[in-house]
């Protein structure tokens, strides 16, 4: 860390802060306020040889987002014209959700994977349906009506933060993608968001990461109709294959920028064998459906619909891999239509 500063914004108990922080290679952090449980999500600044910026993971569309913004233009003594580009790793709305005002804002490029537009199309554009089709994947798999009405209104809850949606550029994946003046590599890995792209510089060793690695947490990796139909599988190649990389430090959507990136993958790699181990021994004791073994796993640490969705989708997310791994089997469903899942042995 070069130097810290923090700003803030607004003068009541809602007081919202922007905390920025310089780091090597001349990237400046931005933690920009989200929802609980996250709270926040880091943006990057990096500045090109002509002063313009590109900012990479806006944050989520929020009036305290926004406000958040403001600030730190006025900070950095900038104007709005001076952001050139916009950089999205992913669809989840803590990340693509403020990159169409901003867009608005600044009239800069927006720039993301063709595949993890596909994926915002899906879930927020006209006529998207995940607002239907995962409450529906839900009560297949057990959960009860009241908890998926939860969930439904949960989704739509969303739509707000991901608009107005932006008009994106395409990122060639097999190019180098210039940021800051400097060429980085672009990464595609999925899992916890299909499309999902990282940049890596190979001469300084360092990554922007997304969701795709985070310190402390682990990604939420969700089984959604129409989407990956095996995350987990390939979260964990993706794993590997950014393992592999020579990390020097790693720049992630939350949390703290860190080192130690091959053994934080490492350590993911180990929870996600533990936990399909977990998952498996559950279904010794006889056929459980998505909800009951995701009840086993969850329960005392899932208080909010937000919890339950990702909670649910991940412990889908692992039933699958045993399915395809052969030490599960979904069962047909019964008279009340509820799939169950059973061990193989
Ligand atoms: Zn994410
Ligand atoms: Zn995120």
């Known amino acids: 860390m070069v130097s810290g500063k923090r700003l803030r914004e607004g003068g009541d108990s809602s007081m919202q802060q922007a905390e920025m922080t310089s780091w090597e290679g001349g990237i400046l952090q931005v933690s920009v306020p989200m929802d609980p449980p996250l709270r926040q999500v880091n943006s990057y600044i990096l500045t090109g040889p002509d002063g313009r910026i590109t900012v990479v993971d806006p944050g989520p569309h929020k009036p305290e987002a926004e406000l958040a913004w403001q600030a730190v233009l006025a900070e950095l003594d900038l104007t709005w014209d001076k952001v050139r580009e916009i950089v999205v790793t992913h669809h989840h709305p803590d990340h693509y959700g403020l990159a169409g005002w901003m867009q608005a804002a600044s009239g800069g490029r927006v720039w993301m994977t063709e595949r993890a537009h596909a994926e915002a199309r899906m879930s927020w554009g006209t006529g998207a349906s995940l607002n239907e089709t995962l409450p529906q994947l839900f009560l297949r798999h057990g959960m009860p009506e009241e908890t998926v009405q939860g969930v439904r209104e949960h989704l739509e809850s969303f739509l707000i933060q991901v608009t107005p949606q932006p008009e994106v550029s395409y990122i060639d994946t097999a190019a180098p993608f210039v940021l800051g003046g400097r060429a980085w590599r672009p990464l595609t890995t999925g899992g916890h968001a299909p499309g999902h792209v990282s940049l890596y510089e190979a001469a300084s060793g360092l990554i922007l990461c997304g969701d795709a690695v985070l310190p402390q947490i682990s990604p939420n990796v969700g089984l959604q109709p129409g989407s990956d139909p095996q995350p987990l599988r390939t979260f964990m190649e ?24 091959a053994e934080r993958a490492d350590s993911l790699l180990r929870h996600h064998e533990e936990r399909l181990d977990t998952v498996s021994r559950l279904l010794e004791g006889g056929p459980l459906s998505g909800f009951a073994v995701c009840q086993a796993l969850f329960r005392s640490r899932v208080s909010s619909a937000h919890q339950m969705r990702f909670a649910m989708s991940e412990t889908l997310a692992h039933l699958t891999e045993l399915v395809r791994r052969e030490r599960a089997a979904e069962v047909e469903p019964a008279g009340d239509g509820i799939i169950l899942y059973a061990a193989l042995n």
């Open 238 to 261: 993706g794993l590997r294959e950014l393992r592999s990389l020579g990390v020097t430090r790693a720049f992630p959507g939350h949390r703290v920028p860190f080192t130690g990136f």
